[in-house]
C-alpha cells in the first residue's frame, strides 16, 4: 500500500515513510485509517481529515532525544526504535466492505513483518477491522477508554459502524476478554446492550466516577490477566478538557496521567501489542488541542514499550 499523507507532506513525529507494509523493517508502524461509518440518512461530524491533523498534531513532540520528564530521561529510553509511518488506508473506489478488508490485510501484514500497529482513525468502527488482523495474535484483552459502551448490534442495517466495535469484538474468539473504562452519561445503548454485556460475562466495566473515586492502579489491578493487551482510545472518553475535538463531549472524563499510567499497568500485566485511537472531529478542536493530546498519548505507548524492553534495542 502506498501511504497518502496530508497534504502539507508530513508524517507522524517526522518518522519515515514507509511505501510498501509487504517489506516494512520496523519496530512501530503507524497507518491512518480515515473510516467513517455509512450509516444511511444519519449525518455527523467528520472524523476522516483526524489521521493528518494527528500528524501534524505530533509535530511539537518530535524531539524524542530530548530529557522527558513524563519519563525521567529520554521517551524511547535511549534505545534504537525502529518507527515508521505508512499513510492512510484509502477508500478510494472500493466499496465499504473491500475497505475493511483492505485495512484487516495491511494491519495482518503489519503485525507480520513483526511490528506493532498504532493505528489512527477514523470513527470508532476503525476497531473492527484492525482487531480482525489479530486472529493469529491472540489470546489478547481488549482495553477500551470511552464514554459509551458501544454494544449496538445492528444500526441502520449496518453492523460494523461505529456503535459496535465492543459488540464485534466479544464474537471475535482471540479476544479472551475486555475492560471498558471510562463510561459515562448516555450514549448509545438502550438497556438491551447493557444486558447483552452483562450476559457476554467477560468484559469489565469501569465508569469514570468510580476511576476517579478508586484510582487508575486500582483499575489496572482489576483488568483481566492476559498475555497481550490492545487499546483502542475513543477521544470522548477522555475529559473534554484535554480532549474538546469529539463530537459527544462529556464532562468527567479519563485524564492524562490516568491515560499515561493504564498503559504503563498493562505493559506490567503483559505485553501491548497495538493501539488505536479513534473520534478525533478536528473541525471542533479548540486550539488543536486534542489532536496534540492524541498525538502525545500515542508516542506514550511507543515509549512506554521502550522503557518496558518490548521493543527496541
Known amino acids: 500500500m502506498s501511504p497518502s499523507l496530508n497534504r502539507d507532506g508530513s508524517t507522524f513525529a517526522g518518522f519515515p515513510i514507509c511505501n510498501n507494509v509487504t517489506s516494512l523493517d520496523a519496530d ?3 497507518l491512518g485509517v480515515p473510516l467513517l461509518s455509512p450509516y444511511p440518512g444519519h449525518s455527523r461530524y467528520n472524523c476522516v481529515s483526524a489521521p493528518g491533523a494527528i500528524r501534524r498534531g505530533s509535530v511539537p513532540y518530535a524531539k524524542i532525544d530530548h530529557y522527558d520528564f513524563d ?3 529520554e521517551l524511547f529510553a535511549g534505545r534504537d526504535i525502529r518507527c515508521v509511518d505508512c499513510g492512510d488506508a484509502v477508500i478510494g473506489e472500493k466499496n465499504f466492505s473491500e475497505y475493511l478488508q483492505m485495512v484487516t490485510d495491511t494491519v495482518r501484514t503489519i503485525l507480520e513483518r513483526g511490528a506493532v500497529p498504532i493505528v489512527i482513525g477514523g470513527d470508532h468502527g476503525t476497531t473492527i477491522p484492525v482487531l480482525r488482523a489479530y486472529e493469529k495474535q491472540g489470546p489478547l484483552c481488549l482495553v477500551q477508554i470511552d464514554a459509551h459502551l458501544d454494544w449496538v448490534d ?3 442495517g449496518l453492523r460494523e459502524g461505529y456503535s459496535s466495535p465492543m459488540r464485534r469484538a466479544s464474537e471475535m474468539p482471540w479476544v479472551s476478554s475486555m475492560a471498558q473504562i471510562g463510561l459515562r452519561g448516555q450514549g448509545s445503548a438502550m438497556r438491551q446492550e447493557v444486558a447483552d454485556v452483562t450476559a457476554y460475562g467477560k468484559s469489565l466495566l469501569i465508569r469514570a466516577e468510580e476511576l476517579h473515586e478508586v484510582g487508575i492502579e486500582a483499575v489496572v489491578d482489576q483488568i483481566p490477566a492476559a498475555e497481550r493487551y490492545f487499546l483502542t482510545v475513543d477521544a470522548d472518553g477522555l475529559d473534554p478538557s484535554i480532549a474538546p475535538g469529539v463530537g459527544y ?3 468527567g472524563g479519563v485524564t ?3 491515560t ?3 498503559m504503563r ?4 500485566k503483559g505485553k501491548v501489542v497495538g493501539m488505536d485511537f479513534v473520534e478525533v472531529v478536528p473541525e471542533l478542536d479548540v486550539s488543536n488541542l486534542t489532536s496534540q493530546f492524541g498525538a502525545r498519548m500515542l508516542l506514550n505507548l511507543i515509549g512506554v514499550l521502550a522503557h518496558n524492553g518490548y521493543i527496541g534495542a
Open 28 to 30: 512501530v508502524a503507524v
Open 71 to 73: 519519563f525521567g530521561g
Open 154 to 156: 445492528e444500526r441502520d
Open 249 to 251: 463531549p462529556t464532562p
Open 256 to 258: 492524562y496521567y490516568q
Open 260 to 262: 499515561l499510567n493504564l
Open 265 to 268: 499497568g498493562l505493559a506490567r
